[in-house]
């Protein structure tokens, strides 16, 4: 157990819906980042929150958005979803935020849209 | 854009023998990489990492190299065994920046 949880592990929905990606970060970790894996891609960062404010942000569409709660827990919603969309979404996690402190990640939810 | 570039999608080798996984970059910015491994059904874990100021750094059976002059890095596993077959995926940082940057990772199979 590494300490990030996401929830849910697997995730099945049609095109057109809407839902949402939970992470918990590892205990005294207060940055959260949020990567996209599709198939056959790397790691595709999407966006970063840091003590509940968006610090940085990747290639994420205009139809996901993400926020940071006051416990430091996370959510990633994905709306209008497209066949496309069907990927693994991992979630992790830093002290400071900083990326050469490396991140702890989630074991990833695994959506996907049909 | 690719900043971060794992030109093998997959490398098998024999139990026992070295494994050596390679990672380009482009950002000369970058002064931080970080090697993670992946299993199914799980997140990346961190195995090592390199600072710019090295060209070294050695944790085991792990050794990554770092080549400046040509933003080249590579992964060594020596001896490799079945346990080492993951993928491996090799990341960059710049300074006080807030993310990292990933390859699209390299498939690793250690044949027993």
Redesign the interface.
Known sequence: D?G?T?TPKHLITATGQRVTLRCSPRSGDLSV?W?QQSL??????LI?Y?NGEE??K?NILERFSAQQFPDLHSELNLSSLELGDSALY?C?SSPR????D???????TRLTVV | DQQVKQNSPSLSVQEGRISILNCDYTNSMFDYFLWYKKYPAEGPTFLISISSIKDKNEDGRFTVFLNKSAKHLSLHIVPSQPGDSAVYFCAASAYQANNLFFGTGTRLTVIP
């Open positions: 590494s990030v996401q980042y990567y056959d891609q790397g790691l595709q960062f970063q840091y610090r940085a990747g991992f992790a935020g900083q990326g050469a490396g991140y702890t990640f989630g074991s990833g």
